[in-house]
């Protein structure tokens, strides 16, 4: 696992870090996202197309990282916040498991 995620993640600091950043929005361009179960129920129950995911990633802004170990038990990873449609805020978490990236989804109302 720690050699997948040195692909996309320096968990060293929690500064998020411009390669980090292209790391991931390379892998959501090339459809490389897959999503935790968590994700697709929270899609459900907020009604978020799937489909709107990687263009988040891509032109949304990375807000902040959960390094592994944190006291909020947030499984490590950076999110990344963008808008659908330009009204309704979605946070979208980006973290590894094994070999793949996993996408968690949050409504954030505006």
Known sequence: MAGYEGAFFDFSTPVILQWEEDAIRS???????????????????????LKIVPGLVIHGTATDKDLPGNTDSHHPGIAFFGFENRRRGILVKVGAVYTYLVVTLHDKRT
């Not at 490389?32 to 459900?44: E, K």
């Open 27 to 49: 892998a959501a361009s090339t459809g490389n996202l897959d999503f935790s179960d968590h994700a697709v129920t929270q899609a459900i129950d907020r009604s978020i197309s």
